[in-house]
């Protein structure tokens, strides 16, 4: 779907609460502290802007941040986990402005961390970045995944299959998906106006993965560590815009 740029000035805004979320959820991401704790200062930021969660009830999910530690690559729910020195974890947030969402998640060290880990995570961000560069009028969806998975493989990692990006807009999770892997040049042609989430996870082991017994969070099959980096991003005249920033 094509979104009007008064559309498209909306999810700005709810990208922008989500940018805090970020920013807040970051400071406040030290050993000792737990991941509930974060989605609590994650709601501050949605309650002081005005903004809905999207993240809250989606399926029964009971916070409005996903936390995901280590070998946990997505939709890890906060609870009484303990950040500790070296752990890594994603932090994914949503926030819905006038009935438009945005969607982003990224993933830090805690303490001091094992430079391999801290590759994973720049890594990810990198594959993240080649993938929106694709995001240009005329280009085809799955040059977005191509490239994704090109760094990610060339760094010497994996690419998760599962779980994929996704259109968004008046809902967070709107077709089509947005895979992060797949051969350039397929699916349809990219459009101005259209709004993706473009979200790689990277395994340092193989693509693997599993899901717990609380039915949400997902492991890699292996244990390998996981990083996970996401923005809300539009097609404009002028290229890419990050819209969760
Ligand atoms: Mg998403
Ligand atoms: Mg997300």
Known sequence: ??????????????????AEMHERTREAARPGVTTLQLDKVAREVLERRGARSNFLNYHGFPAVICTSPNDMIVHGIPGDYRLKDGDIISIDCGAIVEGYHADAAFTMGIGEVDPEALRLIAVTEDSLAEGIEQMVDGNRLSDIGHAVQSVAEAAGFSVVREYVGHAIGTAMHEEPQVPNYGPPGKGPKLRVGMVFAVEPMVNMGGVGTRVLDDGWSVVTADGSLSSHAEHTIAITDDGPEVLTV
Do not use: F, N, Q
Request: no cysteine.
């Open 1 to 18: 779907m094509r979104r009007s740029p008064e559309e498209i000035a909306k999810m700005r805004r709810a990208g922008r609460v989500v």
